[in-house]
């Protein structure tokens, strides 16, 4: 690797803003950079493909470094599609590298490759594809949906976790005992969005309501008026008549602070 191909990599990394969360299904969005890539010929050769994927893999890796240890248990995978055979790009001697709006260094993306140095200036998108290989639990059959999820449900393998916007759930103490929000199926890893809490407060159920602060404790009874599993917020009507919100305690316990 040339010096002048060294600067430009990091010249890259800075672009794509790297210091987020690599965890985070928002890995690398930013806006456009400063770096650029090698002069066109009217062509995507291979020296430019290679020097795209480059680019990339280092602006994950260095994203995947400011990540810390968080980040350790995933192995990160990147490849770099090719653009449409039928384009035939004017020359341009500088080719800058961006992420379009709403585009990260996350799953399936693009990039932005735009001419700043030619005749014609022209602008179109590589695809790119991230991978995050990484343990997580994975369902050995299929859930119907509203199922209560057992701790034998699921088994530890590899999934990639980059393949979903939902973030892979990795500590079993976040859905074993949860609820299935939709119909699951073997195999899957399980992600954020396919769990929720159990329900053990229905809407229009009779609540004992629970309020103190320091030495006291007092208690009314009211009534629920949206429903709600453990720990979860929801909005009662007090004797009084006053709505107010507290915590789910228990299927007819609800706790607020004053």
């Known amino acids: 690797m ?3 191909h060294s600067f430009f990599l990091r010249r890259l990394a800075a672009a794509l803003g790297l210091g987020l969360a690599a965890l985070s299904p928002a890995l690398a969005q930013a806006p456009a950079g400063a770096a650029s890539l090698p002069g066109l010929n009217g062509d995507m050769g291979a020296d430019f493909v290679s020097a795209a994927q480059h680019w990339v893999d280092d602006a994950v890796a260095q994203g995947r470094g400011a990540a810390g240890t968080d980040m350790a248990p995933l192995r ?3 490849s770099v599609g090719t653009l449409d055979s039928r384009l035939r790009l004017a020359p341009c001697a500088s ?3 961006y992420l379009p709006p709403g585009q990260r260094l996350w799953g399936r993306s693009r990039l932005g490759l735009r001419c ?5 200036r022209w602008n179109v998108f590589l695809p790119v594809t991230v991978k995050a290989i990484g343990p997580a639990w994975v369902l050995r059959d299929g859930v ?14 590899e999934a990639d976790w980059a393949a979903d916007a939902s973030p892979v759930v990795a500590d079993p103490a976040r859905w074993v005992g949860q609820v299935a ?3 699951l199926s073997a195999g899957q890893p399980i992600r954020q969005s396919m769990v929720r809490t159990q329900q053990v407060l229905q809407a229009g159920a009779a609540v004992r309501i629970l309020a103190g602060g320091r030495g006291f ?9 949206s429903a709600g599993g453990v720990g979860e917020a929801v909005r ?12 789910v305690v228990d299927a007819g316990t609800v706790r607020m602070a004053l």
Request: glycine residues 12%; proline residues 6%; charged residues 20%.
């Open 217 to 225: 404790e007092v208690s009314t009874e009211g009534q629920a008026l």
């Open 76 to 78: 990160m995978e990147v």
């Open 144 to 157: 119907a949906p509203g199922a209560v999820l057992q701790a034998g449900d699921a088994v530890q393998a």
């Open 95 to 97: 080719v800058e590298p």
């Open 116 to 120: 700043v140095d030619g005749a014609v």
């Open 236 to 247: 009662v009507r007090m004797p009084n008549g006053r709505i107010a919100t507290g915590q």
């Open 2 to 4: 040339t010096r002048t």
């Open 181 to 183: 929000t939709r119909a």
